[in-house]
């Protein structure tokens, strides 16, 4: 800033808020939120809740997508058909990540994964972990199926999958 502007007003020592001399308050806010799913996502979580996976065809170009979603992004048509499909897939790519989120290391790594499921469209992918696998066998085209938690267990949340683990 320019030394030579002078701001007007009068500078607060710590000492005047301390000794009261000028107003301040202290509030702890209590932040809460909701997060509104929407129509395809929130039928989703509830499917998988159930122990299903369900995906949405489009009523143009018939590709059947996995998490579902309210309209095509490649033609921009609505989606009004909820198709189930199978807990087991293919692995189309997958990461051997020794990286937590806070980018501390691991010392056995976690294996996530963008599976095909059988019975969505060639190509569409469903991101998730892979399990009971040693990460040296990891390979593209590998069949896995779905480790899911107990019912009782299930909150209606992608984690209601433990990870899919090699068939």
Do not use: N
Not at 24 to 31: E, G, I, L, R
Request: aromatic share 10%.
């Amino acid at each position: 800033m320019d030394k030579s502007v002078q701001l007007k007003g009068t500078a607060i020592r710590e000492s005047d808020i301390k000794e009261g001399k000028v107003l301040s308050t202290q509030w702890v806010p209590k932040a809460q939120y909701a997060w509104d799913t929407g129509v395809a996502i929130g039928r989703f979580l509830e499917e998988l809740k159930g122990g299903k996976i369900i995906g949405m065809k489009c009523a143009r170009c018939r590709r059947i997508m996995i998490p579902p979603r309210m309209f095509c992004e490649l033609c921009y048509q609505p989606c009004r058909e909820w198709v189930y499909l199978q807990d087991w897939g293919t692995v189309r790519s997958f990461c051997v990540s020794h990286l937590r989120w806070d980018a501390s290391r691991m010392k056995d790594p976690f294996l996530p994964s963008v599976i095909e499921l059988e019975g969505s469209t060639k190509g569409m992918g469903f991101f998730h972990l892979t399990g009971e696998i040693d990460p040296k066998d990891m390979k593209i085209g590998l069949k896995v199926k779905a480790v899911w938690k107990d019912a009782r267990e299930r909150t209606g949340a992608i984690t209601d999958i433990r990870y899919f683990k090699p068939v």
